[in-house]
């Protein structure tokens, strides 16, 4: 008996030391974190990333027209069993109901997430294009036609 609790014990410590030595999927997206903006004549647009944890990311996005917010969502990238997921939650769409997005590709500067079931985006992606520049790109089919766009971010200051 003492010799099966043993060897219990020990395939349980080694369990723990080989997840704690997993990569951190989310340390590779770290460039995301910040404050973002693209201030046009249509408007302000403003996203908000911070850690939560190593294995959460909380953002949040705002599209502002004068003093009036047009737009906003929370947006978390989590970890979990092995996987990335980007998840956005907009007030008035989808029942206020969370839409997951899976990491479906990364390279460093990149990061895709795909949900082939939503009905529209259902591609996005974050590109880096320097450390103060990035563009956040969606794309999929809405109403039958195939539709891209793209949201050119600075860091704010």
């Not at 909380?58 to 996987?83: C, H, M």
Request: aromatic share 10%.
């Amino acid at each position: 008996m003492k010799k099966t609790t043993f060897i219990i014990l020990i395939a349980s410590l080694w369990a723990g030391c080989q997840k704690a030595q997993e990569p951190q999927m989310l340390a590779q997206s770290e460039w995301l974190l910040g404050n973002w903006e693209n201030k046009a004549p249509e408007g302000h647009f403003l996203e908000q990333w911070n850690k939560a944890d190593n294995e959460a990311f909380n953002g949040k996005s705002f599209f502002i027209v004068n003093k009036d917010t047009l737009f906003s969502e929370n947006i978390e990238l989590t970890q979990k069993d092995g996987a990335v997921f980007y998840t956005a939650t907009v007030k008035g769409q989808n029942n206020n109901q969370p839409v997951a997005f899976k990491l479906t590709s990364s390279k460093p500067g990149e990061l895709v997430f795909e949900n082939p079931k939503h009905d529209y985006p259902q591609r996005i992606v974050y590109r880096k294009i320097n450390d103060d520049s990035l563009v956040a790109i969606i794309s999929g089919t809405q109403q039958g036609k195939k539709s891209l766009e793209q949201f050119p971010l600075k860091r704010a200051k």
